[in-house]
């Protein structure tokens, strides 16, 4: 497990890679039950299969919210981020902890061939290296103390 490593091979091994989706003109109201309901807080917005937006616990603090919104009168497309930022799974750990530092966000979609296979959040991200830090840790002491894997 290193940083190097795509985000293909994250997705494989993670335990949950379901995605949720909703319908951009679904309430708000009905977006916030799903997210209460999965203990998530991001689902992918996805109009005739194809990634239209992202809709957060943040979107609804900050667009929703503190506009003066009302949850079950508002379309999920109204708090929406769009455009998307997404990658493939060829994107590497790093290159994703990057994107994800570089404009300041927690889950970013993956996609192929136009077919969202998939999301990560940073916390996917941050596990995966510290596995992977693990691992070398355990190589090391293995090294110092001259026990040699066969």
Known sequence: MKVSDTIGVLLNCKPHNRVLSIDPDQSVYEALEMLAKYDVGVLLVCSQNQ???IFSERDYARKGVLAGQLSRETQVRQLMTSPVISVTPNYTVDD???LMTQHDFRHLPVVQNDTLIGVVSIGDLVKWVISGQAQTIQ??????AGVYPC
Do not use: P, R, W
């Not at 190589?139 to 110092?144: C, D, S, T």
């Open 139 to 144: 190589a090391l002491e293995g090294y110092i």
């Open 96 to 98: 994703c902890m990057a």
């Open 51 to 53: 990634l239209v937006g």
